[in-house]
């Protein structure tokens, strides 16, 4: 193998931008979404989440569950180009009860986006999903959408950003009036006013805004009344003034957030951010690792492939029933038929290697460090499993999380119990649930953070599967992983405890309490048994 990486390597993961977008439901992230496609040249015409039509469903939400409801509930994967640079957007689930797959998401994101609507500000969720960022320093740009409705105040906003989430705040830019009062924002940086222009109906495209110098000329008079314009330069003069000035590296490092405002569904704003990830937000970070001489540090400098999957999705094609596996590259120039090992030695020829516009995909030739690739795959590869050329690499593991819903599943048809087993196994491998299968008993039990999963579980058995399925009460409330040093110890501690022991789908022993205390307690009494509410995944 070459010891230098090819030249191409280093200098194209230097153009990638992978960021997440997360947001609390209904600030707007799905349709930001869509206005950054748009922005980047990706796609032509903006769906509505609310319109009607499957020739104008949203591109982002491609499941049946997710056009019905206009909710997103799986992470989505978009490559575009636009102004020098590769951009690939993660969409998230908006939802709190994917949260499990947003945080998979997040680990293969460099930076994130957080969407707050105008009037609401931080909202439960946002605090939620801002917290799993600060877990793996992910900076955050933050778009405060929905200006051209009414709005709170925006030194409110601020405040409550560096209150709540203990970060500067640094705008960018600087609202003029919200509402029917909007009338575009301050270029905080250049001294320019973009005005504001509300899309004519049945406009496509979108349209950089008109930039106004706010010195020297007369137009700025012309855009805004002179109460405006007075207001404008007061408010905008005590936010240079009072509010931390932008910091590169404060911002890369986690602790500090640029604003821009905007609104998505008129297109105003987006242009800018789009610039400012491009402008601002990381290249392709490093990624810890494990190799067999012990931890090391992989960076686009390194010639070796490598890669990790944070994320299995099955029948994104009904048609063709297919299962791909989506893997952040992390190192090396892939090119298409190269051959890949996991960590744990299985080798796979990766023939048709995948770029996805949502559920649309193409066959790509070659992808870089920070680009996600599809490889389908029947069963190879799993959530959390590394690849690499020499299959001597392993990345740090995505984890499980305890689920906090706990119910039995079973099938309508008795006959059809092994069909079940297939599905609910399938689905767990993608993480939708958790399966657990009782040591005591045939019904499984079904695992999920939220009640929504359980019904996407439903939803996509019945679809996919063609089987209908039951969820009854379960006895259970909460689920540890159980493990120990001493192979007797917990031996014993599952033979005690058989009528409450069952497997994950790796085999590893789980505890099924029937309440928290419960928990404790016999926590309390097996003092040589870990309980773990986490399980890596590692591969």
Not at 85 to 92: A, E, G, P, R, S
Not at 305 to 324: C, E, L, S, W, Y
Not at 446 to 453: S, T, Y
């Amino acid at each position: 193998m070459s010891q230098t990486a090819p030249p191409d390597a280093p200098k194209e993961a230097a153009r990638r931008r992978t960021f997440a977008i997360i947001s609390h439901p209904d600030a707007g992230k799905t349709t930001l979404t869509e206005t950054l496609l748009l922005a980047g040249g990706a796609i032509h015409l903006a769906g509505q989440v609310a319109a009607r039509g499957e020739a104008r469903r949203t591109r982002s939400d491609w499941m049946k569950i997710e056009r019905e409801r206009g909710i997103s509930v799986s992470a989505s994967v978009m490559t575009f180009e636009g102004d020098g640079k590769v951009f690939n957007l993660l969409d998230t689930p908006g939802h709190e009860d994917f949260s499990e797959d947003t945080y998979r998401t997040l680990t293969a994101a460099d930076s994130a986006i957080m969407v707050l609507d105008a009037a609401k500000g931080i909202e439960p969720q946002t605090l939620k999903l801002f917290e799993v960022c600060r877990l793996r320093d992910v900076p955050i740009i933050t778009f405060i959408n929905k200006m051209d409705r009414e709005a709170q105040d925006p030194f409110a906003l601020i405040d409550e950003i560096q209150s709540r989430l203990a970060l500067d705040a640094s705008p960018l830019y600087w609202p003029a009036g919200s509402g029917q009062r909007f009338r575009g924002m301050l270029d905080l940086r250049a001294d320019e006013f973009l005005v504001y222009r509300r899309p004519e109906a049945g406009e496509q495209g979108i349209v950089a805004p008109e930039r106004l110098a706010m010195q020297g000329s007369n137009a700025i008079a012309a855009a805004l009344q002179p109460e405006e314009l007075a207001e404008l330069r007061e408010t905008s003069a005590l936010a240079a003034d009072g509010l931390p000035a932008f910091d590169l590296e404060s911002y890369r490092a986690g602790h500090l957030t640029p604003i821009v405002f905007g609104s998505a569904l008129r297109r105003f704003g987006v242009i800018e951010l789009l610039r400012a990830i491009g402008d601002l937000a990381p290249p392709p970070r490093e990624q810890k690792a494990e190799a067999k001489a012990g931890p090391i540090v992989i960076n686009t400098e390194k010639p070796e492939v490598t890669g990790f999957v944070f994320k299995i999705q099955a029948n994104m094609d009904p048609k063709h029933r297919d299962r791909v596996a989506f893997v952040r590259l992390c190192s090396g120039r892939f090119r298409r038929g190269m051959t890949l090992k996991t960590a744990a030695g299985k080798a796979m020829n990766v023939h048709n290697p995948l770029m996805f516009m949502a559920q649309d995909r193409e066959i790509t030739d070659e992808a870089f460090p920070g680009d996600v690739i599809g490889i389908p795959n029947y069963g190879v590869l799993r959530v959390g499993d590394s690849l690499s050329e020499s299959g001597a690499i392993r990345f740090s593991g995505i984890p499980n999380f305890a689920p906090e819903l706990l119910k039995r599943c079973r099938v309508k048809d008795p006959l059809k119990q092994k069909h079940l087993k297939k599905a609910l196994d399938a689905l767990a491998e993608e993480g939708v649930t958790q399966t657990f299968k009782p040591v005591i008993g045939s019904d499984a039990v079904v695992g999920a953070v939220g009640a929504l999963q359980f019904d996407v579980l439903e939803e996509r058995v019945r679809e996919e599967y063609g089987l209908d399925v039951l969820f009854e009460a379960s006895p259970y409330q909460a689920a540890r992983w159980v493990s120990s040093d001493s192979k007797a110890d917990l031996e014993a501690f599952v033979e005690k405890y058989k009528s409450q022991m069952a497997e994950d789908i790796d085999g590893a022993p789980v505890f099924l309490g029937k309440s928290a205390w419960e928990i404790g307690y016999v926590q309390e009494k097996n003092a040589s048994v870990r309980f773990s509410a986490t399980k890596e995944r590692l591969g």
